[in-house]
């Protein structure tokens, strides 16, 4: 089965403070994505790679980075913690070409409280 | 902004009944579209899925039905059970290497 791991369920951060979301898969897919998660707005993607150290904007990626240095890992960056990033992160990930079937494979998610 | 949108935030439905989940999108270049489930606590996980060029889709106790004429999509779950419980979100994507646009999802809550 694929595994989508996410380091951390829940995170508590103050405001300002640098946070890291790892995310690892372990099927050798070639995308990787972030999401975050809110009540009544759905999955707003963050920010997406398809390579190693490619990456690309997403919807929503103001107040974020993210870092792809191998293939299976996946980190997205929190350089100054606000509180409106209060949220749940998905972490997914997806074959490429003639491999992918469109079906994303997710994380557990990480919550994260920015106080 | 999104262009996929769900009718009803949430739905309730007897035990044993059908439960039926609509979806409408607005871009006709879509080409895929899937529905996700997501059970409390969990990541989304993949049901279902259907392309452009067909109507409808069957699997275990699933069918998905696609209305390409008023940009519609229906996930059908026949004799609902308690571990249907979650929150349903259509996706949709142009190809097969975009990106997914998600719904802002349904809850589907199961009456005893």
């Known amino acids: 089965d694929v595994k989508v791991t996410q380091s951390s369920r829940y995170l508590v951060k103050r405001t300002g403070e640098k946070v890291f979301l790892e995310c690892v898969q372990d099927?050798?897919?070639?995308?990787m994505f972030w999401y975050r998660q809110d009540p009544g707005l759905g999955l707003r993607l963050i920010y997406f790679?398809?390579?190693?150290?490619?990456?690309e904007k997403g919807d929503i990626p103001e107040g974020y980075s993210v870092s792809r240095e191998k293939k299976e890992r996946f980190s997205l960056i929190l350089e100054s913690a606000s509180t409106n990033q209060t949220s749940m992160y998905l972490c997914?990930?997806?074959?490429?070409?003639?491999?992918?079937?469109?079906?994303?494979?997710f994380g557990e998610g990480s919550r994260l409280t920015v106080l | 902004g999104e262009s996929v949108g769900l009718h009803l935030p949430t739905l309730s439905v007897q035990e044993g009944d059908n439960s039926i989940i609509n979806c409408a999108y607005s871009?006709?270049?879509?080409?895929?579209f899937i529905w996700y489930k997501q059970e409390s606590g969990k990541g989304p996980q993949f049901i279902i899925d259907?392309?452009?060029?067909?109507d409808k889709r069957q699997g275990q106790r699933v069918t998905v039905l696609l209305n390409k004429t008023v940009k519609h999509l229906s996930l059908q779950i026949a004799a609902t059970q308690p571990g249907d419980s979650a929150v349903y979100f259509c996706?949709?994507?142009?190809?097969?290497?975009?990106?997914?646009?998600f719904g802002k999802g349904t809850r589907l809550h199961i009456l005893p």
């Open positions: 997914a990930s997806s074959f490429s070409g003639s491999k992918n079937t469109g079906e994303l494979f």
């Open positions: 099927m050798d897919h070639e995308n």
């Open positions: 790679s398809y390579d190693v150290k490619m990456k």
């Open positions: 871009n006709s270049a879509s080409d895929y």
């Open positions: 259907i392309r452009s060029n067909m």
């Open positions: 996706a949709e994507i142009m190809n097969r290497d975009d990106k997914i646009i």
